[in-house]
């Protein structure tokens, strides 16, 4: 084996030495001593010693490089030429280069192969072998941290798991999804870092802003931050956004919880404002300054013409708002009106609680229970729950869920945490109880967070909702509204 090596790296030196020596002979004319010639020999062919394969322990091995050596019948080596007819193999030493080259190379990538694939990352041998896919080697990465995110996500070790995303996003700032999930995580413990991640998401992938905005709200409607709400949805109605009944719902609720109609002008100010927009924000203005009268006429008068479905509902509620919830009831009853099952009936139920008809508040709840356990369903009773908490109801609801409970897994999230926000705004230990329990049933794991929340809500000290929201999250929407009639009330219009 020592002998195989010597020969070996002999012959590598050995190729360019005797090659080059062999070249400046020849250029010389071949005068003189002959480089790679036993010098006490005739010169001539098949009788001259060859001075090169001295010391190889397999001579033969030369004639990789110098096809012209030959073995006598003795066992002598010799040139096969005379002195004139000596010349150098350029083209084979370019030969063995190559070969030794792509050997080197294809050793190379294997290694590297095995290597990353070893630590983890999901690389093909065409990523390594071919330059110009080296640049896929940061998605590589990024999937790679992609992974480990939802790992020590499921696991529930999340500042791991923010590490891993930090470094997937940075890796791949083209890929706005794991951005968004980025700064979604973060809206909880580091809120500036996630307005910014947002801003940066908004601002570089204009592509994607009808996905990015419902989520940058959400983030800003658990923390309260009313005014950025304004400036958000206000963009997202005079650029045209999809959804233009949800951002102008953001805007008539963060105007509402300011208590503050001066948005609502501004952006009437604007030019670029849909027409069948500036109808229902001019009305809305002005119930910031008409007497309670007033308020009531104008209400009811559109409420009677509207055949807009969002904007009837938003007229319905803030007839309820007034106290007038007789008025609400003589329209959903009208065979014209637009509005479908689910609306009718969440506004129902919240006429019954102003009407203090609790009696038949409890039956349309209970049908509604007497039904399959269905998400849309658990998402209305707990937003009404939640808006007016009933303890016999949520007992009926609670055992309805145990006895039918929803599919376990992620995608029914939402809804039970919408359950346990609707026990946390009644304040009830064994209903919490029984909410983080079906909660961590559906998940499969224990969520710390809500164990923490259930102590928070069963102390009955006044709590404002921008210190739970973060947390709590995902909900849906009409839950989060809920939440912040029940925790903290808008200020009221003037008497």
């Given at each position: 084996?020592?002998?195989?090596?010597?020969?070996?790296?002999?012959?590598?030196?050995?190729?360019?030495?005797?090659?080059?020596?062999?070249?400046?002979?020849?250029?010389?004319?071949?005068?003189?001593?002959?480089?790679?010639?036993?010098?006490?020999?005739?010169?001539?062919?098949?009788?001259?010693?060859?001075?090169?394969?001295?010391?190889?322990r397999s001579p033969a091995r030369f004639r990789a490089i110098c096809p012209l050596l030959a073995q006598r019948a003795n066992g002598a080596w010799v040139c096969?030429?005379?002195?004139?007819?000596?010349?150098?193999?350029?083209?084979?030493?370019?030969?063995?280069?190559?070969?030794?080259?792509?050997?080197?190379?294809?050793?190379?990538?294997?290694?590297?192969?095995?290597?990353?694939?070893?630590?983890?990352?999901?690389?093909?041998?065409?990523?390594?072998?071919?330059?110009?896919?080296?640049?896929?080697?940061?998605?590589?990465?990024?999937?790679?941290?992609?992974?480990?995110?939802?790992?020590?996500?499921?696991?529930?070790?999340?500042?791991?798991?923010?590490?891993?995303?930090?470094?997937?996003?940075?890796?791949n700032p083209a890929d706005h999804k794991t951005g968004l999930l980025l700064a979604q995580l973060w809206q909880a413990g580091q809120p500036l870092l996630s307005?910014?991640?947002?801003?940066?998401?908004?601002?570089?992938?204009?592509?994607?802003?009808?996905?990015?905005?419902?989520?940058?709200?959400?983030?800003?409607?658990?923390?309260?931050?009313?005014?950025?709400?304004?400036?958000?949805?206000?963009?997202?109605?005079?650029?045209?956004?999809?959804?233009?009944?949800?951002?102008?719902?953001?805007?008539?609720?963060?105007?509402?919880?300011?208590?503050?109609?001066?948005?609502?002008?501004?952006?009437?100010?604007?030019?670029?404002?849909?027409?069948?927009?500036?109808?229902?924000?001019?009305?809305?203005?002005?119930?910031?300054?008409?007497?309670?009268?007033?308020?009531?006429?104008?209400?009811?008068?559109?409420?009677?013409?509207?055949?807009?479905?969002?904007?009837?509902?938003?007229?319905?509620?803030?007839?309820?708002?007034?106290?007038?919830?007789?008025?609400?009831?003589?329209?959903?009853?009208?065979?014209?009106?637009?509005?479908?099952?689910?609306?009718?009936?969440?506004?129902?139920?919240?006429?019954?609680?102003?009407?203090?008809?609790?009696?038949?508040?409890?039956?349309?709840?209970?049908?509604?229970?007497?039904?399959?356990?269905?998400?849309?369903?658990?998402?209305?009773?707990?937003?009404?729950?939640?808006?007016?908490?009933?303890?016999?109801?949520?007992?009926?609801?609670?055992?309805?869920?145990?006895?039918?409970?929803?599919?376990?897994?992620?995608?029914?999230?939402?809804?039970?945490?919408?359950?346990?926000?609707?026990?946390?705004?009644?304040?009830?230990?064994?209903?919490?109880?029984?909410?983080?329990?079906?909660?961590?049933?559906?998940?499969?794991?224990?969520?710390?967070?809500?164990?923490?929340?259930?102590?928070?809500?069963?102390?009955?000290?006044?709590?404002?909702?921008?210190?739970?929201?973060?947390?709590?999250?995902?909900?849906?929407?009409?839950?989060?509204?809920?939440?912040?009639?029940?925790?903290?009330?808008?200020?009221?219009?003037?008497?």
């Amino acid at each position: 084996m020592a002998g195989w090596l010597t020969d070996t790296f002999r012959l590598g030196w050995g190729a360019f030495y005797w090659n080059t020596r062999k070249s400046w002979f020849a250029a010389r004319g071949r005068r003189g001593r002959c480089p790679c010639q036993v010098g006490s020999d005739s010169g001539r062919g098949g009788e001259t010693g060859c001075e090169a394969v001295l010391g190889y322990r397999s001579p033969a091995r030369f004639r990789a490089i110098c096809p012209l050596l030959a073995q006598r019948a003795n066992g002598a080596w010799v040139c096969s030429v005379d002195t004139a007819q000596v010349r150098p193999f350029w083209g084979r030493v370019a030969a063995g280069v190559g070969i030794a080259t792509l050997a080197l190379a294809l050793a190379a990538i294997l290694g590297v192969f095995a290597l990353l694939r070893g630590i983890g990352y999901d690389v093909s041998l065409g990523q390594i072998a071919w330059p110009p896919a080296w640049r896929e080697f940061r998605q590589v990465q990024s999937a790679f941290y992609l992974d480990q995110a939802r790992e020590a996500r499921g696991a529930g070790r999340m500042d791991e798991a923010l590490i891993a995303l930090s470094n997937a996003y940075e890796l791949n700032p083209a890929d706005h999804k794991t951005g968004l999930l980025l700064a979604q995580l973060w809206q909880a413990g580091q809120p500036l870092l996630s307005d910014q991640l947002y801003a940066r998401l908004f601002r570089e992938h204009p592509a994607h802003r009808d996905e990015i905005g419902p989520a940058w709200y959400r983030a800003l409607l658990a923390r309260g931050d009313f005014a950025a709400i304004q400036r958000l949805a206000g963009e997202r109605l005079l650029t045209g956004g999809s959804a233009p009944a949800a951002w102008l719902q953001a805007v008539l609720f963060a105007a509402r919880r300011e208590g503050d109609a001066a948005p609502l002008t501004r952006l009437l100010a604007e030019p670029a404002l849909p027409a069948e927009i500036a109808g229902l924000l001019r009305l809305e203005e002005s119930l910031y300054t008409a007497p309670p009268e007033s308020r009531v006429r104008l209400l009811a008068a559109a409420a009677q013409e509207e055949k807009d479905t969002f904007a009837l509902y938003h007229l319905l509620d803030r007839l309820l708002a007034e106290g007038r919830a007789d008025l609400v009831l003589a329209r959903l009853d009208a065979p014209d009106c637009p509005l479908g099952n689910r609306e009718k009936v969440r506004l129902r139920l919240d006429a019954l609680v102003v009407l203090d008809r609790l009696d038949l508040r409890a039956d349309l709840v209970r049908q509604l229970l007497s039904q399959p356990t269905q998400p849309a369903v658990c998402e209305l009773l707990s937003g009404h729950l939640a808006a007016h908490p009933d303890r016999a109801l949520l007992l009926a609801y609670a055992a309805k869920l145990e006895a039918e409970p929803l599919p376990p897994g992620e995608a029914v999230y939402p809804q039970l945490l919408a359950f346990f926000a609707a026990c946390a705004a009644l304040g009830d230990a064994d209903l919490l109880d029984t909410a983080v329990r079906l909660v961590n049933n559906s998940a499969g794991r224990d969520y710390r967070t809500l164990s923490a929340l259930r102590e928070l809500f069963t102390r009955k000290i006044p709590v404002r909702p921008e210190a739970f929201l973060p947390v709590l999250q995902p909900l849906p929407l009409d839950t989060v509204y809920a939440l912040y009639g029940r925790f903290d009330p808008p200020p009221p219009f003037p008497p």
